[in-house]
């Protein structure tokens, strides 16, 4: 690392003039293709001298500052910082007067091979033991001194804290009533007003502080009370979740490495981990509450400044720690002020209230640690936002959110391969969401142009948890591309804003809400549309709250594009959302691993939650729940449900691109194996002894050569294999092999049916490293029906051996109602053989759940091998996740169910007896776990269309749209 020897003043002095006047690097005249003149500044925080003889060296920020104003009109200006921390006083502001002029740029960027770290914090040393048998260490701080965070060598420390459970207390108006004595000694606390309660809900993550203790009576703060209480997913009433921590007191320093600051005495305390000494530690104490604004005016914005590979760090934001506290609403937004509300505000607003509405847009949002406003062409690049107590980077976000007093206004914004870690907030914030952003008294207002790719945005919002590590809100093209996001205890990036409520017409949920009484309802678009999210990593998503997902959007998005994403490990909770009033929005091309909902569409009947498509998305788990028909017209298409981690070569390839872009991947970032294997058979089912063809496929994703590869093939127990074409040893970049073998099955078969699975195993190396990757492909070998027909109106497989029967099948479902018209199903059955006084018996032995509502079980129909058309239609069926289910056809929709009872025990599944009794036109099912004490399944429906004589059998669908499931059943009886 460079240093630099202290310059006199005298000699400063020379050096401005020198570089004023002979600073600048002309290109020659001849070569007119040459860049222009580039006039070059070194700040060191030693100053001097240094080795660029085109440049000239300042010790501060500030001069180099005052430099680069009268230079930017005349050259390229390329400010370089020195390695080392630069402690700043007060935060660094660079306005219109900052500008590249005439053409030219402005970069402040590190000295090459260097680390300068612009840092709002104060190292705290002096440390002393106060409480040996605690390990209690104390060290002086300024007198006032107060922040939210410490960080401990580099990492965010947790305030002292303690859990209470909910039984502990009661919510009243005012605050809490004590209700468990082991927390009475509350009322002996010093400093009770610096104390604060945490809940962490489904949506939101609130702080109340309190105002005092007395007894068993704990009086919170105002507004923070009354406005944590009001409205959707509150402190008292939460929706999931609602964990409650006390916080910020010197007696809750219970857990080795909590922290308490006492701004009154001066004194920071920390609980060391035992055997340490925080002496030999870096133990860093912010005072800032941000580091750069960048901000101009609509009519002169700040523009043409790069800011590159310069860290930033030790920031914290105080508003939670005001008697406002931090009534959060969603991802950061939180309400400031005091309303009119309700006197049963608790009760009656605990879901929302008209009283509520009225604060709506006067929400505010977080601010960041380095903030852009009334700006454009402002470039980030190898920066690092760290240790921030707050949101790493905020971008034409609302006025109140920005020092500089003026938000929104930016354009052409790149914020590309930075990293975004350990921060309190959300790494990007984008956007504004009271009025002005979404429609603006002043065209010049509009977020347009902002372009997020390759950054690593990784354990954020470490404190305010509900925040997303990227949020997009009324922005007009926004580009969220390439990006690895991860470890979040809420979603991974969000997209939009305003629940539908600001779109042309309104929102029929929000009218009757009583927004309007408070907001006009627009006629014209908002400001959001043609975001494209593409080709970005999300995983270790969703690790505290329920509601929300790993990719969301919230409003109207006209011209969106969600493309070749992967999401995994999100706690199996939903992958693509699709929030309110959200229209307009084409995701497809997407991954979703292991979720619990690959697509959720929150579509109540009036919210607009409409005409958005899912195309051609792989996903290996979880319900679909898009609604499709009238009037929301949400389209499923070409989705493709796999098995298991067998990702067809397309979907590996997603899984391969998504996130930072291999060329600029580290050690840091998620590197994925680069090649792709697929396996797949020539035919999916066999006779006992018959024979297919497996090809291999080897696919290379990326630009470099594959070496060494080999392939093998894994078989199942009695198969045998005899290789037809070998794998080749190399692989191109880009290039694709494939190679085979001939298997045959074995020559009898034990149970109905055996899906046998085959897994290829492919190595290989790429440069230095080896890899591996595999593929699994099934082949069915079923016993011949001796008596029952079979009909699959979708592929099917059917088998038996003795009074065991098995189906094989897949398709989407058998309902016909809510918008749905599906026949899909796989059946062995009896034709004709009940009649008008009938009895069905079996037993469902055992169920694939390849989704919850996977079915297996009874049906009667007039002919089974008619879908979509034949009458009389009833089945009685087991399901994975949903009990048992009796559904029928009504007259009004022959040749589809669209009626249903339950079960009421959801836990009822495989293996469990099923019964249909038919008497005339009239139906009964019952289940059983022993197949002697049956309980009835509703009550008995009328069969529709029902002919004098019906065909009788067991069914199988798989509820998916191109994964299939097996149903085994036995003791199959019509009387």
């Not at 929300?548 to 706690?571: K, M, T």
């Not at 009667?860 to 034949?870: F, I, K």
């Not at 069926?877 to 169910?897: F, I, R």
């Amino acid at each position: 690392m460079h240093r630099y020897p202290r310059a006199t003043a005298a000699a400063l002095a020379a050096a401005l003039a020198a570089l004023a006047a002979s600073a600048l690097t002309a290109a020659p005249a001849h070569a007119a293709a040459a860049p222009g003149p580039v006039a070059r500044i070194v700040v060191s925080p030693q100053g001097g001298h240094g080795p660029a003889a085109d440049g000239r060296h300042v010790s501060t920020l500030q001069e180099a500052q005052k430099l680069a104003r009268t230079l930017s009109g005349k050259a390229d200006v390329i400010v370089s910082l020195a390695g080392g921390t630069y402690r700043l006083a007060e935060p660094w502001k660079l306005t219109s007067a900052d500008s590249g002029r005439n053409g030219h740029t402005v970069t402040w960027q590190a000295l090459p091979g260097e680390q300068p770290v612009l840092s709002g914090g104060q190292q705290v040393t002096g440390w002393t033991l106060k409480d040996a048998a605690d390990n209690i260490y104390a060290a002086p701080v300024p007198v006032g001194a107060d922040s939210r965070q410490l960080y401990v060598d580099g990492s965010l420390a947790p305030r002292a804290a303690v859990s209470i459970s909910r039984s502990d207390v009661k919510i009243t108006p005012t605050g809490m009533t004590i209700v468990n004595p082991a927390l009475d000694y509350l009322a002996s606390l010093p400093q009770q007003s610096r104390i604060e309660l945490e809940s962490q809900n489904s949506f939101t993550d609130r702080y109340a502080p309190v105002q005092s203790i007395s007894g068993s009576t704990i009086t919170m703060q105002q507004p923070a009370w009354n406005n944590n209480n009001w409205g959707y997913d509150t402190l008292a009433s939460p929706f999931a979740g609602g964990s409650l921590q006390l916080e910020n007191s010197y007696s809750f320093l219970k857990t080795a490495g909590q922290w308490y600051l006492d701004p009154q005495a001066g004194q920071l305390y920390y609980k060391a981990p035992a055997g340490t000494d925080p002496s030999h530690s870096d133990i860093e104490l912010p005072r800032l509450t941000s580091l750069l604004q960048i901000s101009g005016s609509y009519t002169d914005p700040v523009h043409d400044i790069t800011v590159k590979d310069i860290a930033f760090q030790h920031t914290t934001w105080l508003q939670p720690s005001t008697s406002a506290g931090y009534a959060d609403q969603q991802n950061g937004a939180f309400i400031a002020s005091a309303y009119p509300q309700p006197s049963d505000f608790i009760t009656s607003c605990r879901s929302g209230c008209p009283q509520f509405e009225a604060a709506r847009n006067g929400w505010q949002q977080m601010p960041a640690a380095v903030q852009v406003s009334a700006a454009r062409g402002i470039t980030f690049t190898g920066d690092t936002f760290a240790h921030l107590g707050q949101v790493g980077l905020g971008i034409g976000n609302d006025a109140d959110a920005h020092a500089s007093g003026v938000g929104l206004g930016t354009s052409d914004i790149t914020v590309h391969h930075n990293t975004f870690t350990d921060d309190s907030g959300a790494g990007v914030v984008v956007g504004g969401i009271q009025p002005d952003a979404h429609h603006p008294s002043d065209p010049a207002m509009v977020n347009r142009d902002v372009t997020i790719t390759d950054n690593l945005v990784t354990k954020v919002a470490e404190d305010y948890r509900e925040m997303s590590g990227i949020l997009s809100t009324y922005v007009t093209h926004a580009v969220i591309s390439h990006n690895e996001v991860s470890n979040l205890a809420y979603d991974g990036i969000d997209v939009g804003w305003g629940w539908g409520a600001n779109d042309p017409g309104g929102s029929q949920d929000y009218r009757n809400r009583g927004l309007y009484d408070y907001q006009p309802v627009y006629t014209t678009p908002t400001t959001l549309k043609n975001t494209v999210v593409t080709d970005n990593l999300i995983h270790g998503t969703k690790k505290v709250f329920h509601d929300g997902g790993s990719l969301y959007n919230l409003s109207a998005n006209p011209g969106s594009v969600f493309e070749g994403n992967y999401i995994h490990d999100n706690q199996h909770t939903v992958g693509l959302y699709l929030d309110e009033g959200s229209r307009y929005v084409s995701l497809k091309n997407n991954v979703i691993q292991d979720s619990g909902v690959w697509a959720f569409t929150n579509a109540g009947s009036t919210n607009n939650t409409n005409d958005s498509t899912f195309d051609t998305n792989w996903y290996n788990s979880g319900a679909t729940q898009v609604a499709t028909g009238s009037p929301h017209n949400n389209i499923l298409t070409g989705n493709v449900q796999v098995s298991g981690d067998s990702w067809p070569l397309a979907a590996q390839r997603v899984m391969y691109t998504a996130g930072i872009e291999p060329a600029l991947r580290t050690p840091a970032d998620s590197r994925p194996a680069p090649a792709g294997a697929a396996l797949t058979a020539g035919k999916s089912s066999l006779d006992a002894g018959g024979s297919t063809t497996l090809t291999g496929t080897v696919q290379n994703f990326s630009t470099g050569r594959i070496t060494g590869l080999k392939a093998g093939l894994d078989l199942p127990a009695g198969w045998t294999a005899e290789p037809v074409a070998p794998a080749p040893a190399t692989l191109a970049g880009g290039a694709t092999a494939s190679f085979s073998w001939r298997v045959t099955a074995p020559s009898t078969v034990t149970d109905p049916l055996s899906n046998a699975a085959f897994t290829l195993k492919a190595a290989y190396r790429s440069g230095p490293e080896q890899f591996s990757t595999s593929s699994t492909a099934r082949v069915a070998v079923a016993g011949a029906l001796t008596s029952l027909r079979s009909f699959g109106s979708v592929p099917s497989v059917f088998g038996q051996q003795g009074d065991r029967y098995a189906i094989l099948t897949g398709g989407n479902d058998i309902w016909g109602a809510g918008g749905q018209h599906f026949d899909e199903y796989g059946a062995i059955y009896s034709p004709g053989a009940a009649g008008p006084s009938s009895t069905l018996t079996v037993k469902v032995t055992a169920q694939q759940a390849v989704d919850p509502w996977s079915k297996a079980g009874l049906v009667l129909r007039n002919d089974l091998s008619a879908p979509g058309v034949s009458q009389g239609y009833a089945a009685l069926v087991a399901t994975p996740g949903n009990g048992v289910s009796l559904q029928w056809q009504d007259a009004t929709t022959p040749g589809y169910l669209d009626q249903f009872a339950a079960s009421v025990d959801k836990a009822v599944k495989a293996p469990v007896w099923l019964r249909l009794v038919r008497s005339g036109d009239r139906l009964s099912g019952y289940y059983s776990a022993d197949g002697a004490g049956w309980t009835q399944v509703g009550s008995a429906i009328t069969l529709a269309g029902a002919a004098a004589v019906q065909d009788a059998g067991m069914i199988a669908t798989a509820h998916s749209p191109s994964a299939q499931g097996e149903a085994d059943f036995s003791d199959f009886q019509v009387s």
